[in-house]
């Protein structure tokens, strides 16, 4: 009788609900069946059968479970899963629960955690249910409607809907795929934010990136460390890159250099604005282009640099205005404005300028010249031409007229120069390279001088000339020189000097940039290199096909 009594208070202490704790003990709310027991010195509930416990907003279901009433810890099996609020569930096999702490351990061949935004599965999840945050390791995935992570740890703060994974990291989407070593990624703005090597492959390129963030939705993007972004046929890199996929726009900054592969064109500065659909690009500060010809590079400098790629015509253009300069080993140049037709390899200079080659020093308004396998072939000069030449004995031989037409041999040297209108010459006639015999001076209207090396070999006279000769002894300093003689060498370039950078150390530039950078592609009205006189000169001059 008394075992019996014993037995009916016991199971009925098992049964009744806390009062005392009623907010903070795990509750039985059914069970099939329930059996009362001592396991290692501890008083258990054994609960089998459409098992169902509460604390609070948390609700465990499974078929299996030991209930430590006294220690309020729950060890729960087969069919476990966890419910908190209507948007929340987590299941596997196996679950211990502190409703102390309010942290449950789940473990499973496959455990699930299903929220209103996205999807978990691992083997591992330790979840703390009061501050609603979860961990899994040893590898885990998380699916959403659009993207599909995997890494070896995530943790998952549920009231944030944000997501950290660290170590393997790979976020898969429809459009790309991201490998990185940190990533956090808010499920619900479907921001990502990463740290470390990251990787990014879509079908328009990769990117390499050390940190950034990327939003998911808008395709806005700003990475920074030593980015770069490789495409088919050119690339980007800069120490930050800011960029948008939908639009094709983007900007970069600090060290930024874009490589054509096409054309073995690189252009480098600090600060660029890029336009990917449009084909477009305008670099400032320290902006420099190198150009590869055959046997050497073209290195040309400017205020600033645009790219522009003509899809449509298959041409590219680079516009350099204000301050250009221009150091190859055949030839050095510079002037205000300059465009580059890199599918022609033709240049044409504007606003005074100047180019020396070979000894040679040529001026005019505008100059056009022609490249061909990595030398000077042709140059148009076009109003107010002038030629000067240095002999071996530092007389300097001229040529001046309207328009000429400079003919250049393999060792781009001039060879030829045709004289359209207003023609004069001054040159020096040596005997070998140690003797003057005299000089000649000439005007007339249209002309064609010879060289020979530094030396004026003939001049053909297309209309009556008016020649003198001056012997040694009579040649006076202003018979020497023709009126606009300016030798400038003072200023001709030196591959140092293009090459030299100023010290932006210390300068931070804007990350918001102004609305002159971030306008649409074209040229502003300051900074437009060419006149509509000067546009129309180039169309005729390709017209008549002056090369």
């Known amino acids: 009788m008394f075992q019996k009594l014993l037995g009916l208070l016991l199971l009925s202490f098992y049964l009744q609900p806390s009062l005392i704790f009623a907010q903070e003990r795990i509750e039985l709310i059914r069970a099939n069946e329930l059996e009362g027991s001592v396991i290692n010195g501890k008083n258990v509930r054994i609960l089998k059968g459409n098992v169902a416990l509460k604390q609070g907003n948390i609700t ?103 997501f950290t994974f660290k170590n393997n990291v790979v976020l898969k989407n429809p459009q790309y795929t991201m490998n990185c070593d940190t990533l956090i990624y808010n499920a619900g703005t479907k921001i990502v934010n990463f740290k470390g090597p990251t990787k990014i492959v879509s079908k328009d390129g990769t990117l390499y990136a050390e940190k950034g963030y990327y939003n998911t939705v808008t395709k806005q993007s700003s990475f920074e460390g030593r980015s770069k972004m490789d495409y088919k046929d050119y690339s980007i890199s800069a120490d930050i890159l800011d960029y948008n996929q939908f639009t094709g726009k983007g900007v970069a900054r600090r060290k930024v250099v874009i490589n054509s592969f096409k054309d073995s ?34 290195y040309l400098k400017a205020d600033t640099l645009i790219t522009i790629n003509d899809s449509i015509n298959g041409n590219r253009k680079i516009f350099a205005y204000h301050n ?155 018979d020497r020189r023709l009126k606009g003689f300016r030798w400038r060498i003072t200023e001709q370039p030196t591959r140092p000097m293009v090459l030299e950078k100023q010290n932006y150390t210390g300068i931070e530039i804007p990350l918001i940039l102004s609305k002159h950078i971030l306008s649409e592609p074209g040229l502003n009205k300051t900074d437009k290199p060419l006149s509509r006189k000067e546009k129309k000169a180039i169309k005729k001059s390709e017209k008549n096909k002056l090369f």
């Open 265 to 298: 064109t690189i252009v480098e500065g600090e600060l660029a604005y890029y336009d990917r659909i449009k084909g477009y690009s305008k670099v400032y500060a320290n902006a420099l282009m190198k150009n590869k010809f055959e046997n050497d590079t073209l």
């Open 60 to 162: 465990v279901f499974c078929e299996t479970a030991y209930q430590y009433y006294e220690q309020n810890q729950v060890e729960a099996f087969e069919k476990v899963r966890i419910t908190q609020g209507d948007s929340f569930s987590v299941s596997g096999d196996k679950l211990y629960y502190d409703g102390n702490t309010k942290i449950a351990q789940i473990r499973g061949k496959e455990v699930v955690l299903k929220d209103s935004k996205a999807t978990l599965y691992s083997q591992f999840v330790d979840y703390d249910m009061g501050n609603k945050m979860l961990k899994y390791f040893n590898g885990g995935r998380v699916v959403d409607a659009e993207n599909t992570l995997t890494s070896d740890i995530g943790y998952y703060y549920i009231n944030q809907k944000v």
């Open 324 to 478: 250009v300069r221009i150091y190859h080993k055949m030839m050095q140049a510079k002037c205000d404005s300059l465009i580059f037709n890199l599918t022609d390899s033709l240049l044409y200079f504007y606003k005074d300028p100047v180019l020396w080659s070979s000894g040679s020093q040529v001026l005019a308004d505008t100059i056009w010249l022609k490249m061909k396998q990595g030398r000077i072939n042709k140059m148009h000069l076009r109003k107010n031409a002038f030629v000067i030449s240095s002999d071996s004995l530092g007389n300097f031989n001229q040529v001046k007229g309207r328009n000429m037409l400079t003919h250049f041999n393999d060792s781009s040297r001039i060879e030829k120069i045709d004289v359209k209108g207003n023609g004069e010459s001054v040159y020096f006639a040596l005997e070998g390279d140690t003797s003057l015999i005299g000089m000649n001076k000439v005007q007339c209207s249209d002309m064609t001088v010879r060289f020979k090396g530094k030396k004026v070999k003939t001049i053909v006279f297309q209309k009556k000339p008016e020649a003198t000769f001056f012997p040694p002894k009579e040649i006076s300093d202003p």
